[in-house]
């Protein structure tokens, strides 16, 4: 078979009114397009916006129901340190030698009389709020910090 080979400098222009319909078409629906397409983002970022500003009203909730607790309000938020009962005291003084019993009850006065230092503050209030100690001291061995140090006021 012989093949029919078109020499296309030969083929008529095409029309110009036909071109500008294809032209006119092809702007049409891109803007049509593009329209629907900035409405759709539109509504979706309206949309993201009201769930954002029920987040926002919600966190205000919760920080102003902590701020309303009474604990967290301490400025030392440290628990308080137990120390002996001074009957405790007065009995282990009549058993033992005077000069230890000075001793034992020197010893828990600087530890309560002790204030921690500010930067553990968040950890004293994580164990006030029942968060487990371990986790508490792998918080602040993470930190850099030494975990050890809240054994002394607890």
């Known amino acids: 078979m012989d093949t029919i080979t078109v020499q296309k400098h030969e083929l008529p222009p095409t029309s110009q009114k036909r071109m500008l319909a294809f032209i006119n078409h092809f702007i049409v629906s891109t803007v049509t397009f593009l329209n629907q397409f900035a409405s759709d983002c539109e509504t979706r970022f ?12 919600s966190l205000m909730i919760v ?29 282990e003084s009549a058993v033992s030698d005077p000069a230890e019993t000075a001793v034992e009850v020197k010893e828990p006065e600087p530890t309560a009389k002790a204030k921690p230092d500010a930067q553990y503050d968040l950890y004293f209030k994580m164990i006030h709020l029942g968060v487990p100690l371990n986790a508490v001291k792998n918080k602040i061995n993470s930190e850099g910090l030494d975990p050890n140090y809240i054994d002394q006021f607890l």
Not at 46 to 57: R, S
Not at 79 to 84: A, K, L, N, S, Y
């Open 46 to 57: 309206v949309t993201f916006e009201h769930k954002l500003q029920n987040l926002e009203a």
């Open 63 to 91: 920080e102003a129901k902590l701020a309303s607790i009474d604990v967290l309000k301490q400025s030392g938020g440290n628990q308080p340190v137990e120390t002996p009962p001074t009957s405790t005291l007065a009995a």
